[in-house]
């Protein structure tokens, strides 16, 4: 095991990928080291990116005045956490949870589904899907020792994890989104937001200081963006139970691909038809599976694209700004791409209840301005004067 980086959790955090035997924490980390990932030619080819070499620059709005250093592709998530913060306490939350990810994403794949529900066992518990990465994830949180408050969508209220105020983080997850698709194989995926203290509410999604989703389709993924620290890193669960760094994502560039939300409201919200007969009448390629996270992951895949979720008089807004849209918006946003409710940046958005609802869409620069003119007749992000973009010409 790296030094410094405590172990999170119980061995129950742990299966390995080919067993369903319940493996202690020994058993997968001593044969594992960072050489064995960056060498192996199982990865080479993989890799989305050329490895870089490493090289210091400064963060300025780093929690810590420290130089962090640049993380390569092809470190583990110890190593790349290590190089992303100097705090302690954030790197042990965040890999608490890709434990818990890990554990998910297994369950996921060997869960049996019939009927309405698809359940797994945990210990001597046959338990839904959601309900398991529900359970999963906060006690990988209480395993933290650095977590406040944790609160999911499963059960919106505050729950005491032991974790200081000074020093600790509350954080706010959807378990397992997308549950009603896992029987029809589709990727599905775990959204959270960590804020610093113990505030939820009062706050912004600009206020986390990470933001990740784990991905739990063909290939498991841990997608990751740490406040201050450049872009959006996706991290592949590899056959030993290691996470290991794939991409980077610094830009999102134009591209006519499209992931339209809710599709229902074009019925009485004619901006919306509109938008979407933009794309439509551009040729855009229609890429949506009705899970926000392998739709909104393939904008940072893709580096590319626009989600849309919008609202109309009669279907009201149904996506939760604190456990998956704000988070959403720290991914898209370290990025470099954009977030927008039709007014502002999703990260500018006050929090004030646990429940709060909102319409949302994330992709590129020109995807966003197009977004607000179209349903709104401006956008913040045009300066005043500018030629209206496409649909909204
Ligand atoms: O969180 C709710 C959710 O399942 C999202 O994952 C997904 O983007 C959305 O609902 C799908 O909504 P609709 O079926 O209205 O497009």
């Known amino acids: 095991m790296e030094t410094g980086i405590a172990y999170c959790g119980r061995g129950a955090f ?52 420290a130089i962090i250093t640049r993380s390569e592709i092809g470190d583990s998530l110890e190593e790349f956490l290590k190089k992303a913060t100097t705090d302690k306490g954030l790197i042990r939350v965040l890999t608490c949870m890709g434990e818990a990810m890990r554990t998910i994403g297994f369950k996921v794949r060997t869960a049996s589904c019939g009927g309405t529900a698809c359940v797994n066992s945990f210990g001597d518990e046959q338990l839904a899907v ?68 113990d505030k939820l509410t009062g706050v912004t999604g600009g206020d986390q200081v990470a933001a990740a989703m784990g991905v739990y389709g063909p290939r498991t993924t841990y997608v990751l963006a740490i406040k201050g620290y450049p872009g959006t890193h996706e991290f592949l669960l590899l056959d030993e139970g290691k996470w290991q760094h794939v991409k980077e994502t610094t830009e999102i560039g134009e591209g006519k691909l499209f992931s339209p939300g809710n599709l229902r409201a074009t019925f009485d919200n004619p901006d919306y038809d509109k938008l979407i007969n933009y794309y439509v009448k551009e040729k855009y390629t229609l890429r949506y599976t009705g899970g926000m996270v392998p739709d909104v992951n393939q904008i940072i895949v893709k ?75 401006k956008s913040r992000l045009k300066e005043a004067g500018g030629v209206p973009v496409g649909a909204a010409a």
């Open 130 to 197: 959601d309900m398991l990465a529900n359970k999963v994830l906060f006690e990988a949180l209480e395993h933290s020792h650095f977590c406040k408050y944790a609160c999911s969508e499963e059960v919106p209220e505050l729950q005491d994890m032991g974790g200081p105020v000074e020093g600790g983080f509350s954080v706010a997850f959807d378990p397992l989104d997308g549950s009603s698709i896992v029987d029809t194989n589709f990727a599905v995926g775990t959204i959270f937001g960590v804020w610093p203290g």
């Open 303 to 377: 580096e590319k694209g626009v989600f849309t979720n919008v609202i109309s008089p009669t279907t009201k807004a149904k996506l939760r700004l604190l456990f998956e849209v704000a988070p959403l918006g720290l991914l898209i946003e370290n990025a470099g791409g954009y977030s927008s409710d039709g007014h502002q940046s999703i990260l500018d958005k006050e929090i004030i209840g646990l429940d709060d609802r909102t319409q949302v869409a994330y992709g590129s620069k020109q995807e966003i301005i197009r977004f607000e003119e179209t349903l709104y007749g």
């Open 14 to 65: 742990m299966p390995s990928q080919h067993s369903k035997s319940l493996v202690s924490p020994s058993s997968i980390s001593p044969s594992f080291s960072s050489r064995s990932l960056k060498s192996s030619s199982l990865f080479g080819e993989a890799l989305r990116l050329v490895p870089r070499s490493s090289s210091s620059f400064k963060v300025s709005k780093a929690k810590s005045t």
